[in-house]
């Protein structure tokens, strides 16, 4: 279900950034450790607008701070690789359940965000969908009591059907794949998760069961989950076009090495 994902190209002979993704999504990766230093140099809470920096302010611990910061900068500075719009100059709109979409002039552009302990990442494609979810793994052994309350039957026997050292891995997995599903669908914690499946298939992959998706449009979904520095599984779900079916390629891009690059190679020492 889980594949190992090759650490972001951080050598100077890499292509420049401003990809047109027309071929595939890219997936930046901070890490939290890293906030501080990407922050000194992208213009930090200066970019953001009077209404963020107040629930910047609100939050209480230094952590969630660092995090939230970390999240909004990196998203304003991966789209300015992708449009001709100011880092500062992004705004954001938010959907009936508080997913953001880019506000104002129309680029095509589609990006979700996450942040858990120690990483933050933002996916971009265009014109499509996508979602992305990031947790630590393995779960820890108190979290796998929750899988009758977010999955479904027959997850639940998968789960119990894989080795107890696996468990808290596959647990993680399960539950980045089926949250970057919703978030892209744009429901997030607001869909049930034991309302839908995420299969393993027996070649590999994963494929959703959702009955709220018409039957000819399952196939446009591409699932995956990627390990991430040996310490966090990545969920991805991206809707493709019925104009381009098939498989869409991921990119992991080192936020750190290739939007600051005279800084060193970010992410865990």
């Known amino acids: 279900m889980r594949t190992t994902a090759e650490a972001p190209d951080t050598s100077p002979e890499r292509e420049p950034v401003g990809d047109p993704l027309a071929e595939g999504a890219d997936v930046w990766l901070l890490a939290e450790e890293d906030v501080e230093r990407f922050a000194e140099a992208t213009g930090g809470l200066e970019l953001l607008t009077e209404e963020e920096r107040a629930r910047h302010d609100r939050l209480l611990f230094p952590a969630a701070r660092t995090r939230f910061l ?22 954001f709109d938010k959907g009936r359940f508080g997913r953001p979409s880019v506000q104002g002039a129309d680029w095509g552009l589609d990006f979700n965000i996450t942040h858990t302990n120690g990483l933050i990442a933002a996916i971009v494609v265009r014109g499509r969908t996508a979602g992305v979810d990031a947790e630590n793994t393995p779960a820890r052994p108190e979290a ?11 997850e639940q026997e998968v789960l119990r059907r894989d080795r107890e050292d696996q468990q808290g891995h596959a647990f ?6 089926k949250e970057a599903y919703t978030k892209a669908t744009g429901m997030g914690m607001a869909r049930g998760f034991d309302a839908f499946s995420v299969h393993r298939l027996r070649g590999g992959g ?7 998706i018409p039957q000819d449009e399952r196939p446009l979904w591409q699932i995956q989950v990627l390990q991430v520095w040996d310490r966090f599984a990545l969920g991805i779900a991206i809707r493709g076009s019925e104009d381009e079916p098939g498989p869409i390629p991921v990119r992991l891009r080192s ?15």
């Open 70 to 91: 970390g999240a909004r900068l990196l998203s304003r500075q991966v789209l300015s690789q992708y449009a001709e719009v100011a880092p500062a100059e992004w705004r």
């Open 144 to 154: 796998l009591q929750f899988a009758p309350k977010v999955f479904t039957p027959l």
């Open 172 to 177: 993680a997995d399960s539950w980045v794949a």
């Open 206 to 212: 994963l494929a959703v069961v959702d009955d709220e």
């Open 255 to 269: 936020a750190m090495a290739e939007l600051l690059p005279e800084s060193p190679a970010g992410g865990p020492r």
